[in-house]
């Protein structure tokens, strides 16, 4: 092998690990883009939620009231232990 073929060969394999390692950094950005993560799963349950809701609206209420009166059991539990350490 000429010395010619052995730079174009380095340069080819320095080119060659060249892409792979901005595939990976790409790879890692896609991995640790916590906000474009939590928006893309956000954008997806809203998704869901709106078909749930055209499909099937007796679900979908009774699942909306499940979640309201959980909600307020929590919020009347909070409150009730707070009242309860503000007395003592």
């Keep these: 092998m000429t010395q010619q073929q052995q730079r174009e060969l380095g340069l080819a394999e320095a080119e060659l690990a ?3 390692l901005y595939d990976t950094l790409g790879q890692l950005r896609d991995r ?10 956000t954008e997806r349950v809203g998704i869901r939620i709106r078909e749930e809701r055209q499909q099937r609206p007796l679900v979908f209420v ?15 539990a909070i409150a009730k232990r ?3 350490n503000l007395r003592s």
């Design 18 to 20: 060249r892409a792979e």
């Design 32 to 41: 640790l883009n916590y906000a474009k993560r939590i928006d893309d799963a």
């Design 62 to 76: 009774a699942g909306v009231v499940a979640v309201a009166a959980t909600a307020g059991v929590v919020v009347w």
């Design 82 to 84: 707070a009242s309860k």
